[in-house]
């Protein structure tokens, strides 16, 4: 049986872990809303974007100078406590990575490095760690003919789900003219430097866009289940807690009680020791 000190050892662990965890909570829904904030600010910006292009551009389907090769991407973290959504979507590219022949593939995340240098170690990857920004990475990959990226697609707080996006030029093209909206009307002009260049800027920004909303995508499904996760583990901390505060006090009763019938008991033997003198 555990002694009243070890008991109090252990509720204090549990209240320092549950005030860990809250800390850790208040965290992720911190970042939960600067990404929402950020998806919003990006969003009016990229289909401004893309009306103009679809206004004054040419086709992005002009846009040639990509290698003939594909690249497959994985968003994962360069931590843990992010629940299960990391798994899920490393399942999902894992079944990329097994059925695409001669693609390149991207880690981003030491967690994802982990997790497939130990179910298929002999795959080769380049490994990203986790940027603040994304610019770097997207030049990295606009060169590709076509980008798969994997990543958690945000549901709700209680549910995130795996998703794939596959950029391409002629993706990229539907997704300008989803982003513009009404506009159809395509005006020609006389460019300097050439239409092609023009197009090009226009292709790395809708580009860029669309991936940085997908990263965005999933950091915030990550955060989501970081906050299911913990709230899961505070909910058993708080269970833990509940029952060792119950034992402690039940000890500490019993405790208390020996302690009082000793004393009783002890009064008693002089009481009995003093007749026998009288």
Known sequence: MS????LKFTIDSHYSMKGLVEVYEEMAASTMREIRDAILANRDYYHHLANLSATVGEDLSLVDGHQNKQALV?????EG???DIIDKVFALFLHAVKTTANADIFIIGNSGAKLIQTIAPHTKFTLIPVPKSTTEIIKQLFIYRSVQLFFGQFQSIANQTPNTRI???ATIESTKAQWAGDVTVKLKYLYEPSVTHIA???AKEIFSGV????FQEGELAKNASRILHLDQALTNIEKKLTLDV???QTLQKRVSGKKQQTQF???RAMQHTRKQYV
């Open 3 to 6: 002694s009243l000190k070890d």
């Open 74 to 78: 994985l968003f994962a973290s360069d």
């Open 81 to 83: 406590m992010y629940g």
């Open 167 to 169: 950029l391409t030029s």
């Open 200 to 202: 090009d800027v226009f």
């Open 211 to 214: 991936f940085e909303q997908s």
């Open 246 to 248: 119950k034992r402690y």
């Open 265 to 267: 008991s002890g009064y």
